[in-house]
């Protein structure tokens, strides 16, 4: 088809087109999207069509806007973007709902760290002056709701513009501005990225932040734990009153709780105490907290390593199941090249409620470390105390010690100089196990197993 034939079409089809009843198909979108794959295709086809296109009034905008869609998912010559969107702002009719599609592809400029008075200006217009968004469609979702309205997605753009300090002020003027925004999805917006501009001036940002954290909305506290991050560190003391109205949520416990913890890791002490305040209260919050700690145990940093440890060894005696599962799954995560170094730690647990209470991929983790470690895994397995653990609780474990035990057996085996005392120490846990009736299929399948292998 030629360009000619192309722009004959596009002429067609008018928003006075005929469509299927709640859908788009068959009408302008549906063949905008069509021409948005064909560019995809030969953006250099179609580049010079489309800036042509702009001075052809009875062409719809929306064939344009998808056209650069294309050209910027292909990331096409930049230069020859920006000049479309150009003279598309200045030629065309824009009404809010194109204006959102145009700051989405300003993402573009962003990307390639430009910016001119002509889009800057056309971001900040739409930031204060944008129809919409007019009401709350997803009270459970602003990011969602802002992102997706003319004046959220270009507040966040307009914060994201980290790379002119000539514009600094102008972008500060504008999200104050905005901080009184009658919808909350707009506020969400600033919040989600705001410390983008602690690039710019740390203390106005923080200043934004404050102001619009001073709120009950638990929705709105959500967006703003991104941003938090970046200034937990320089405004600690500052930000307890926004600390403790994270914590009345519930949904927010484990957020806070990192924010927190990772505060008391970089040596911010003072923020142990709203912490174990947190901690004490939560489930939620414990869970996240040894996750924390798998997390860094083996930082670079001396002083995170020994807090972690801590954070480890901290809930050992909890009955919360949750807690005992975040126990059992760190083991899956880990791996065994981190036995020796973390066997002290690895003693407590094996002795402690939390694995008895899920032992499960404790037993694996250790099935794993049997070909080195074969005595050291023999001990923590009899520390698990399995003979005391109710019937009912075996019914997915049997297995999984037995493995360990075989495992240890035949590592023992194999050592130049046999350790005749543990290899029969093995041999007789293994024969306590085919004497108990809760393990007597297991351990005959296993022994079926290992003399296959």
């Known amino acids: 088809m030629r360009l000619f034939d192309v ?12 469509r299927d009843f709640v859908s788009s198909k068959g009408g302008i979108n549906e063949h905008a999207r069509a021409f948005e794959v064909e560019v995809k295709k030969r953006p250099d086809f179609f580049a010079d069509f489309i800036e042509e296109i702009i001075y052809v009034n009875s062409i719809d905008i929306t064939y344009i806007i998808h056209g650069l869609r294309g050209l910027v998912e292909q990331k096409y010559n930049f230069n020859k973007v920006k000049t479309i969107v150009h003279k598309t702002i200045q030629y065309r009719k824009v009404t809010d709902h194109n204006i959102s ?41 602003l990011i969602f709701d802002g992102i997706n309205s003319t004046r959220g997605s270009a507040i966040l753009k307009l914060i994201q513009i980290t790379f002119k300090p000539e514009y600094a002020d102008r972008i500060f003027e504008t999200v104050i501005r905005v901080t009184e925004d009658q919808m909350d999805s707009v506020k969400a917006c600033v919040l989600f990225r705001l410390a983008c501009l602690n690039h710019y001036d740390l203390h106005r940002s923080f200043g934004v932040f404050n102001k619009l954290v001073n709120t009950s909305s638990e929705q709105l506290l959500k967006t703003s734990l991104w941003s938090a991050g970046y200034y937990k560190r320089s405004f ?16 927010l416990h484990e957020d806070t709780a990192v924010l927190l913890a990772v505060t008391w890791l970089e040596d911010i002490n003072e923020s142990k105490e709203l912490l174990d305040e947190l901690l004490q209260m939560s489930d939620k919050a414990r869970v996240k907290m040894i996750h924390v700690a798998e997390t860094n145990m083996f930082h670079e ?45 690895i003693k407590r647990y094996s002795n402690a409620p939390v694995c008895r209470n899920n032992p499960y991929y404790f037993f694996e983790y250790l099935f ?18 399995i003979f005391r653990i109710k019937d009912d609780e075996y019914r997915y474990r049997n297995d999984k010690a037995l493995n360990v035990i075989v495992g240890s057996y035949n590592a023992l085996l194999k050592e130049k100089h046999k350790n ?14 085919l004497k108990d009736r809760r393990f007597r299929k297991e351990a005959d399948l296993v022994l079926d197993k290992n003399d296959r292998e």
Not at 7 to 18: H, I, K, M, P, Y
Not at 113 to 133: R, T, W
Not at 236 to 251: A, N
Not at 334 to 345: Q, R, T, V
Request: glycine share 2%; charged share 30%.
């Open 7 to 18: 722009s004959e079409l596009f002429c067609c089809n008018t928003r006075d087109e005929q």
């Open 420 to 433: 005749k005392r543990q290899i029969i120490r093995s041999v007789r846990l293994f024969d306590r196990y």
């Open 101 to 141: 599609e145009i700051i989405w592809i300003i993402d573009y400029f962003i990307e390639n760290e430009y910016m001119d008075n002509e889009i800057f200006e056309f971001i900040v217009h739409a930031a204060l002056y944008g129809k919409y968004p007019d009401q709350i469609n997803n009270p459970n979702d």
């Open 368 to 385: 794993k470390c049997t070909a080195k470690y074969p005595v050291q895994c023999i001990d923590l397995l009899g520390n698990v105390k």
């Open 236 to 251: 600690y003391k500052e930000m307890i009153p926004y600390f403790r109205r994270l914590m009345k949520y519930e949904s």
């Open 301 to 345: 940093n001396s002083s995170i390593q020994k807090k972690c440890l801590q954070l480890f060894n901290r809930f050992l005696n909890d009955e919360s199941k949750a807690v005992s599962d975040e126990y059992s799954h760190l083991f899956l995560r880990l791996s065994p090249d981190k036995f020796e170094a973390l066997l002290p730690s």
